[in-house]
């Protein structure tokens, strides 16, 4: 629970929006409540003395609620949108901040999407937790004040009630939420790992006949995991039920107190009965809360993680020469892992263009990790010119690096905004000249919306062909010297793999260009080529 | 977030037929619901009498039925609500999983059906996500929605009906209220229904940019335009929310319409009621509390409607690409046989076979033919996109030839079930799949009845062993997701004892060696040329190290055709 309270914490800036979406809407509650009660007064003041409640003010109630509600989803609608952007924003700068760079090298985009999806379990927490809470807090000093003022016995037999329905049953259901959540994300987890290999593998399912046999295995997780969602379910359930239980036994209560003072009957009747039925929803606002608590914690989880990379305290001045260097590098992801580097030594002069080859596994996008700060060597130094990266920022290092891999993501935006990300103050010209020098220009100039064209989520307006020359484009327009291509080509059939590489020869002409591949195709056109083996980089015949 | 309307009236008739496959499970719920409201009718009957019995003594007028009675009656009213209560929520979650069970299951199953052609147009995780996320993202529509439209009609009608019994008029003013409620939210001009849409669409927008920016987060960073796309996403969220504001402003008027029904009606049978006993002109005390009591009754289940609308809103989005899955084949084709299989291996022919996956980029393959004898070898050379990974594909039944015919032992395989042609042949693609789970396990997934020591013989023969026995768990070391890493050589290797195991007579080796470094690359091949013997083998390569491998029959493509052949191919 201390996650959700510093998710709310994050809040502070809109803390105006959220009182008053809170304030109104406890109004509006009251204001429930009271036309409620005074239905029922006028009708037992009728009975008893004839002293009404006047028509007139049941009429205002009545005017006074609908207001209030309309007013209510107006400003609480307001605070929610409000603090789901701050939280969106606040995550994305520590995301970004934080372990961002690593976390965009390393894990992959489901992972993200399922952080993504923790950040939307906090939506409700507002609107459907923090609010009907809220009320109920309010509402039980005024069902024990306005009962205890004429009845006091009544009041705490009802005021107990209305504790076990408000807060006891909701907080044991969301502590058997998160108890329970540990098994459910593991079960799930479990499912969408054996969906995702039955998909992935799709060959290998045709190739030997295991359609059954991967139907089967999903079947059965989803079986793991549905038990676990039917256990919580059940108790759930259970709260829920013995909640409304606690609801009429307070009513009860009021009923076998009718004959001794009827007219503290009546008026306690439907008092009681408007305050549970606006506490109703709360046992299954206690799951949500679980829910919530257990996404906050992952959300706090990787928001927090220490920065892989610390800034240096006092950051050195560019230097003027863009070498690249590697000296005696050594790197391993995790402690418990082979190391990846041991002694690397790489040089790359000014303008220099060269490749560095080797198998999956053997550490290429390392490579551009620590050229790029996103790691830093576990021993030995990469440097910029003579500078060691240690002592510069990461935002300036950024600038003298420019960046094209497979996970290069074309955002879904218009070209023009894609391309900008890379400088935002080229103009159309500048725009122009990076699409034309990675010849995508002339598909752009046949849109008819030309550079404010929209690429789709990931560029699915554009082939996989178009959307890497979409990105080269992006990359040339930064005014950076270094190029660094991870795998540029990866996942583009042959045809369109060598045509792209030839446009590259062209384009890069007056950088340095390291090309990170898994083999050559023949068409580069190359200074030097290294090959990684055994954690070192060995010069191979270009 | 242009659609096409086609696709949307697919999802709309999807939807409506997934709805009626559920209504079996959604009858409890239904059920349970009905009788909760009449145990809470008669609950109230019960209180309005109860109170209106207490005040009777200062009245005049004689008590009706004894209090204790009536209290018994309130009270195990009360207890048979919260047993309803609680079989209604279990009933409406097992509503929602049976529906999650039954979709799910039909939407691998199409796609494991339309097997590795449906990775040509779409990516795995996006499938992946589809049968895992979306299919939840129904569950709400099962569990909820279904029933909560069915009891919001329904509900109030039973409890306008108890109210007849007590004061028809109440009746009529209730039913008007009731009416009142849709045609209210329709005069208003957008609905409660699109108050909710509205606000699910805002989300849904800036969820959408949102998860587009944390997936590109690495290319932000790099481009040092972290803070500067924090400030863009701000302005972005700023912006739709007043633009959302400004529609739910008007939106939510319409919302405003229960409100206004249920007020209304509440404060004009108080006023009735009170008036009317005070001036004498309504005589039942009992009978004006109980409809009072029975007002909030009435709406609640027009509440939950209203509140059940986002599920309905989910499940719209997740409709659409459920809708569009590769349908089941409406039976499965006929039983074909193989004349041998055996010993003396399969012999492969294609003869004048044409293929094209796109017509935009020429034909695949044009008009290849060639012919593999039994037990012999054959190297498929040539460049890549000349057609060798489709000639490959044809023999695994991934895809069709257009036109030609390519048989097995003079047996067309289109006539062939996929699982007779699945025993007879093994494949090794570029990239092998490694599943979650032991190695073991994903070895023995060739053959799943394998002994261990099967099992272990392949992954001597195919020199699995001899990283495995290094790694901590030895062939019970978990690999795949979330398990231990292995390179591309070692990962072939499995796939290579996955082919020992299987032992079939056809050897489809689509560029085994591709992505692994020199050395590996022979090591590989040394266990695919043990693995080779006895067998009838094609292996599309274009690596010169691999074209050494077999007895010298060779066939060069081009362009989907062969070019040149060596040895009697």
């Known amino acids: ?542 | 977030m242009a659609r096409d309307g086609q696709g949307d009236k697919a999802a709309k008739l999807w939807l409506r037929q997934q709805i009626r496959l559920g209504r079996r499970h959604q009858w409890p719920v239904v059920a349970s619901g009905l009788l909760s409201i009449l145990a809470a009718s008669g609950q109230a009957v019960c209180a309005g009498r109860l109170l209106a019995d207490a005040l009777a003594p200062r009245t005049g007028a004689p008590p009706g039925y004894p209090a204790a009675t009536l209290i018994l009656c309130f009270a195990s009213l009360g207890v048979a609500r919260a047993a309803l209560s609680f079989f209604s929520e279990r009933a409406a979650w097992s509503a929602g999983a049976a529906a999650r069970r039954r979709i799910r299951s039909d939407a691998l199953g199409r796609l494991l059906h339309a097997g590795p052609s449906v990775l040509r147009g779409a990516h795995s995780g996006e499938l992946a996500a589809l049968v895992i996320d979306q299919v939840d993202a129904l569950d709400g529509l099962f569990s909820r929605w279904a029933p909560a439209a069915v009891l919001a009609v329904l509900g109030p009608a039973v409890v306008a009906c108890v109210v007849l019994f007590a004061d028809p008029l109440a009746a009529f003013v209730l039913a008007v209220a009731g009416v009142f409620v849709p045609f209210g939210m329709a005069f208003a001009g957008i609905g409660a229904a699109s108050a909710s849409r509205r606000q699910f669409v805002a989300l849904a927008r800036l969820q959408a940019r949102f998860v587009d920016r944390v997936r590109g987060i690495a290319t932000i960073v790099l481009a040092g335009q972290a803070t500067a796309e924090a400030g863009r996403l701000q302005t972005a969220a700023d912006e739709l929310r007043r633009r959302t504001m400004r529609v739910l402003r008007v939106a939510f008027l319409s919302s405003a319409s229960l409100d206004l029904a249920l007020a209304a009606a509440l404060v004009l049978l108080a006023i009735r009621y009170g008036t009317g006993l005070a001036r004498g002109t309504w005589s039942s005390p009992a009978a004006a509390m109980t409809v009072l009591l029975l007002v909030p009754e009435f709406f609640a289940p027009l509440r939950s409607f209203a509140a059940a609308y986002q599920d309905r809103l989910h499940a719209a989005g997740a409709a659409g690409p459920l809708a569009t899955l590769p349908p089941l084949p409406a039976e499965p084709g006929p039983p074909a046989r193989v004349r041998t299989v055996t010993a003396s291996g399969v012999a492969v022919a294609f003869e004048n076979v044409g293929l094209t996956w796109d017509p935009a980029r020429g034909p695949a393959l044009d008009g290849l033919s060639f012919r593999v004898p039994a037990g012999e070898t054959l190297i498929l050379a040539g460049p890549s996109g000349a057609g060798k990974s489709t000639a490959i594909e044809i023999l695994l039944g991934f895809v069709r030839p257009d036109s030609g015919r390519v048989t097995i032992n003079g047996a067309d395989i289109a006539e062939l079930v996929p699982q007779a042609l699945a025993r007879l042949t093994a494949w090794i693609g570029q990239r092998p799949v490694l599943f979650a789970g032991t190695i073991r396990d994903n070895i023995r997934f060739a053959r799943p009845e394998a002994s261990d020591r099967e099992v272990e013989d392949a992954a001597r023969s195919a020199r699995v062993l001899e990283f495995a026995n290094g790694l901590p768990d030895g062939l019970e070391t978990r690999v795949g997701e979330g398990g231990y890493g292995l390179s591309g050589g070692q990962a072939q290797r499995v796939a290579v004892a996955r082919a020992f195991l299987k032992n079939a007579p056809l050897l489809l080796l689509d560029e085994p060696t591709a992505h692994l470094d020199p050395a590996t690359e022979s090591e590989v091949l040394a266990s695919l040329r043990r693995l080779a013997i006895g067998r009838t083998v094609i292996l599309a390569t274009h690596s010169a190290a691999a074209q050494a491998f077999g007895g010298g029959r060779r066939l060069d493509l081009r362009a989907g055709q062969a070019v040149s052949a060596r040895g009697a191919a």
């Not at chain 1, 479990?190 to 006949?209: K, P, Q, S, W, Y």
């Open chain 1, 1 to 542: 629970m201390s996650a959700l309270v510093r998710i709310v914490r994050l809040w502070r800036g809109q803390a105006a929006w959220l009182a008053l979406g809170l304030l109104v809407s406890l109004l509006s509650l009251a204001a429930g409540i009271a036309l409620m009660t005074a239905s029922g007064a006028l009708v037992g003041e009728a009975l008893l003395a004839g002293a009404l409640v006047a028509p007139i003010v049941l009429r205002l109630l009545g005017v006074g609620r609908i207001v209030l509600r309309y007013a209510e989803r107006l400003a609480t609608h307001e605070a929610t949108f409000r603090a789901l952007a701050s939280l969106r924003v606040w995550f994305f700068r520590k995301l970004a901040a934080g372990s961002a760079g690593g976390t965009g090298f390393r894990r992959t985009g489901e992972v993200l999407a399922r952080l993504v999806a923790d950040v939307e379990a906090q939506d409700g927490l507002y609107l459907r937790i923090l609010v009907p809470l809220a009320g109920a807090i309010v509402l039980l000093p005024v069902l024990t004040v306005v009962i205890g003022a004429r009845d006091p016995r009544l009041a705490a037999g009802i005021g107990a009630c209305f504790v076990l329905s408000g807060f006891v049953l909701p907080g044991i259901a969301s502590r058997l939420t998160v108890a329970a959540g540990g098994r459910i994300t593991d079960a799930a987890a479990a499912m969408r790992v054996a969906g995702l290999d039955a998909l992935t593998g799709l060959r290998e399912v045709r190739a030997f006949a295991a359609e059954g046999r991967a139907l089967a295995s999903v079947q059965a997780r989803e079986a793991d995991l549905l038990h676990a969602q039917r256990t919580l379910a059940d108790r759930a359930a259970v709260a829920g039920a013995l909640a409304l239980l606690s609801s009429q036994a307070a009513v009860l209560l009021v009923l076998a107190a009718a004959p001794a003072d009827p007219a503290t009957a009546v008026l306690a009747a439907f008092l009681v009965v408007a305050a549970f039925e606006a506490v109703a929803g709360l046992p299954r606002a206690g799951v949500l809360a679980g829910h919530a608590a257990a996404a906050a914690a992952r959300i706090l989880d990787v928001a927090e993680a220490p920065l892989a990379v610390p800034e240096p305290l006092a950051p050195r001045a560019l230097p003027a020469s863009h070498r690249l260097r590697f000296e005696k590098v050594s790197f391993r992801w995790l402690p418990e892992r082979p190391a990846v580097f041991e002694g690397l030594n790489l040089d790359v002069p000014p303008g220099a263009r060269i490749a560095v080859l080797g198998p999956s596994g053997s550490g290429k996008s390392t490579l551009a990790a620590l050229a790029l700060k996103v790691v830093a060597p576990d021993s030995g130094r990469v440097l910029l010119g003579d500078t060691d990266l240690a002592g510069l920022t990461a935002a300036s290092l950024r600038t003298r690096m420019s960046w094209l891999s497979q996970t290069t993501h074309l955002f879904d935006d218009t070209i023009r905004a894609n391309l900008l990300l890379a400088r935002p103050d080229a103009d159309e010209t500048a725009l122009w000249a990076a699409l034309d020098t990675a010849r995508i220009a002339d598909v752009v100039r046949a849109l008819p919306d030309g550079l404010d064209t929209w690429v789709g989520e990931s560029g699915a307006r554009f082939s996989g062909g178009q959307g890497r020359r979409l990105a080269l484009a992006r990359t040339l327009l930064s005014p950076a010297p270094i190029l660094i291509l991870d795998e540029p080509c990866a996942g583009l059939d042959a045809e369109t793999e060598r045509a792209f590489l030839q446009t590259l020869n062209d384009a890069a002409a007056d950088r340095s260009v390291v090309l990170i591949a898994h083999r050559l195709t023949g068409v580069e056109r190359l200074d030097r080529t290294y090959r990684l083996s055994a954690g070192h980089a060995v010069a191979a015949a270009a």
